[in-house]
C-alpha cells in the first residue's frame, strides 16, 4: 500500500500484493468508490516517485466587450464611438460620390470622347444619335444598359457593347450584319441578313458595295422574325447545295421563291427568256444537274418552254409560255424519248391540249390534271396525223 505524509511532497511505497498501489482518497471524494490505478512501471519503481496526472486548464471565455465597456459608463461611450465611426464611414462615401458625380474632369465634353469601332456600313452620325442627350452629361449618369439596346434596335447592328474610360471618355463596339440576299419590300430592292431582317441601303450605296445576290421573294417584314429566319435558313440550304460543289451554280440564279417552304421556286435567265424552276424542299443539287442535263433537248422540243418542275423522282414536268395546261416528259435518267419530227411543231399545240386532256399518267396521282409523259406525246402525235389524213382522205372521194 502507497502512504503518504502531508507535510511532505514524496510519497513511501509499501510492498503490495501483486505489485500495484491504490491513490489515496481525496477528502471530498469519501464516499465514492476509488477509482483504478495504473501499476507502477520499472523506473517508477526504481526511483521511489509516484506517477501524478495534470489537471486540464479550463479556458477562460471573454465577452466581444473590452473590460471598461462592461459598466454602465463603459457602455454608453462605446456606443457613442460607434455612431461617430459610421457617420465618418458614410461622410467618406457621400464626399466620394459627390466628388465623381459633380467634377467636371468626367464630364462628356463633346462628341470627340465618344470612341466607335467595327462600324462599316453606320456612319459616325447613325451611331452618334443614340447618345445625343449624353453630352455634357457626367460619365457616371450615362445609363450603358439602355444605351446598348438602343444601339441594337438599329437594323444594321446585330450585337453592341458601351463601356466607359475614365475620366471622360466612352467606347462603342458594334458588329453589324451580314446581307446574304436582295428582297423586295413595297416594289424597292432592299437587302437581308441571314437572320431575316430587312437592312435599308441606297441604290448608291449598293453600287459602290457590288453586291451579287439572288432577289429573294417571300421574306416580309410584317412577318414575325422567326418566319423569316426560318426561309432564309432554308435558302442558305439551297444555295448551300447548289454551291458545295466549288462550281457556284447560285450564281445563275435571278429569284428564289421561298413562299412555299415545301417547294423552293428559282427563276434563271436562258435564251433570253426566264425559266421559273420546282426544286421542292431537298436533293437540290441532284434536280439541279438533272435540269442542265435536259435543259438543251428540252428547249430544242419545246420552244415556248416556261417552266419545269423537278420534284419528282423518275420524271419531270414542262409549262408552256401562254397555257395553263403543262405537258410532262420522261427524263433520260430513265428512258429519254427520241424528239418527234419535224412537221410534228405544227401540230404541237394540238398534241399538247389533247394529251393533256386525255393522257393523264397513272403512276402520278398527286399531280394536277394536265401532266403527262413523253411518250404519250409520240402517240398522241401519230393519233393526230391519222385523222388529218382520214379527213382528207374523205374530202378526195367527196
Excluded: C
Amino acid at each position: 500500500m502507497a502512504k503518504s505524509n502531508a507535510n511532505s511532497r514524496g510519497a513511501t511505497l509499501l510492498d503490495a500484493p501483486g505489485g500495484e498501489f491504490l491513490r489515496p482518497a481525496a477528502a471530498s471524494g469519501e464516499g465514492k468508490p476509488p477509482r483504478p490505478v495504473r501499476a507502477a512501471s520499472e523506473e517508477e519503481a526504481d526511483t521511489g516517485e509516484p506517477f501524478l496526472r495534470s489537471r486540464r486548464r479550463v479556458p477562460v471565455r471573454k465577452g466581444p466587450l473590452p473590460a471598461w465597456a462592461k459598466t454602465r459608463w463603459g457602455r454608453l461611450l462605446f456606443l457613442g464611438l460607434v455612431v461617430m465611426a459610421v457617420g465618418a464611414v458614410a461622410a467618406v462615401v457621400l464626399a466620394t460620390r459627390n466628388f465623381f458625380e459633380h467634377d467636371p474632369r468626367f464630364r462628356i465634353e463633346s462628341a470627340s470622347s465618344i470612341q466607335i469601332l467595327g462600324n462599316s456600313q453606320l456612319s459616325r452620325a447613325d451611331l452618334l444619335s443614340v447618345f445625343g442627350a449624353d453630352l455634357g452629361r457626367n460619365i457616371f449618369l450615362v445609363p450603358l444598359a439602355r444605351r446598348r439596346r438602343e444601339l441594337e434596335q438599329i437594323p444594321w447592328v446585330e450585337t453592341a457593347t458601351v463601356m466607359r474610360l475614365l475620366p471622360n471618355q466612352i467606347r462603342i463596339g458594334v458588329r453589324e450584319r451580314t446581307p446574304i440576299a436582295f428582297v423586295q419590300v413595297k416594289g424597292r430592292i432592299e437587302l437581308a441578313d441571314a437572320a431575316g431582317v430587312v437592312l435599308d441601303m441606297s441604290p448608291q450605296q449598293m453600287a459602290v458595295k457590288h453586291y451579287a445576290f439572288p432577289v429573294v421573294a417571300g421574306i416580309n417584314p410584317g412577318d414575325p422574325l422567326s418566319v423569316r429566319g426560318a426561309r432564309m435558313a432554308l435558302f442558305q440550304r439551297f444555295i448551300g447545295e447548289l454551291d458545295s460543289t466549288g462550281e457556284h451554280f447560285s450564281a445563275q440564279l435571278s429569284e428564289v421563291d421561298l413562299s412555299d417552304p415545301e417547294d423552293v421556286r428559282a427563276t434563271v435567265p436562258a435564251s433570253g427568256t426566264d425559266l421559273l424552276l420546282h426544286f421542292g424542299q431537298e436533293n437540290f443539287l441532284e434536280r439541279w444537274r438533272n435540269y442542265q442535263a435536259h435543259i438543251a433537248q428540252w428547249r430544242a422540243q419545246y420552244r415556248q418552254l416556261a417552266g419545269v418542275d423537278l420534284r419528282y423522282e423518275r420524271e419531270v414536268v414542262l409549262k408552256m409560255a401562254g397555257d395553263t395546261d403543262t405537258s410532262a416528259a420522261q427524263s433520260s435518267t430513265v428512258q429519254q424519248k427520241a424528239a418527234p419530227p419535224p412537221h410534228a411543231a405544227t401540230h404541237k399545240a394540238e398534241v399538247v391540249k389533247h394529251v393533256a386532256q386525255n393522257h393523264t399518267p397513272n403512276h402520278a396521282p398527286n399531280r394536277a390534271q394536265g401532266h403527262t409523259p413523253a411518250r404519250a406525246h409520240e402517240k398522241a402525235h401519230k393519233q393526230a396525223h391519222e385523222t388529218q389524213a382520214a379527213h382528207h382522205l374523205r374530202r378526195r372521194e367527196a
